[in-house]
């Protein structure tokens, strides 16, 4: 499956951000999905598998409990792909913040009016 198929389902990304902080076992991640999305544990379980065989998300198990965590290899796929593009944006947000420091700037500088004592 390709990377963007496993990212296009809102249930595998709202995994993904549960993961975020750290391992979780996978009860609690099939209680939150549940809770949030309705389904089964067992359609919990086929998207864990997806992210686990996709490398965006490993699995640890401890005694009969399994904890998932965030895999970094299947976000570095990601981040591969999407940095072939970085180029067309960058310029553009190093421009925006140059204009951001330049008003800043300006408004620090600006003389204060003597009515309001708030700058010019």
Same mark, same amino acid.
């Given at each position: 499956?390709?990377i963007?198929?496993?990212?296009?389902d809102?249930?595998?990304r709202?995994i993904?951000?549960?993961?975020?902080p750290?391992?979780?076992?996978s009860?609690?991640?099939?209680?939150?999905?549940?809770?949030e999305?309705?389904?089964t544990?067992?359609?919990?379980?086929?998207?864990?598998?997806?992210?686990?065989?996709?490398?965006f998300?490993t699995?640890?198990?401890e005694?009969?409990?399994?904890?998932?965590?965030?895999?970094? #290899?299947?976000?570095?796929?990601?981040?591969?792909?999407?940095?072939?593009?970085?180029?067309?944006?960058?310029?553009?947000?190093?421009?925006l913040?140059?204009?951001? #420091?330049?008003?800043?700037?300006?408004?620090?500088?600006?003389?204060?009016?003597?009515?309001?004592?708030?700058? #010019?």
């Amino acid at each position: 499956m390709h990377i963007f198929e496993v990212l296009a389902d809102p249930v595998r990304r709202r995994i993904l951000e549960l993961l975020v902080p750290g391992e979780m076992a996978s009860g609690e991640v099939v209680e939150a999905i549940g809770a949030e999305f309705g389904i089964t544990q067992a359609a919990v379980s086929q998207h864990l598998k997806v992210l686990r065989e996709s490398g965006f998300a490993t699995v640890r198990a401890e005694a009969q409990r399994r904890f998932y965590a965030v895999d970094v #290899a299947g976000l570095q796929a990601v981040d591969a792909w999407i940095g072939q593009f970085r180029n067309f944006w960058e310029p553009k947000l190093d421009a925006l913040a140059t204009e951001i #420091a330049r008003g800043k700037r300006e408004r620090r500088n600006a003389p204060m009016t003597k009515r309001s004592g708030k700058r #010019a």
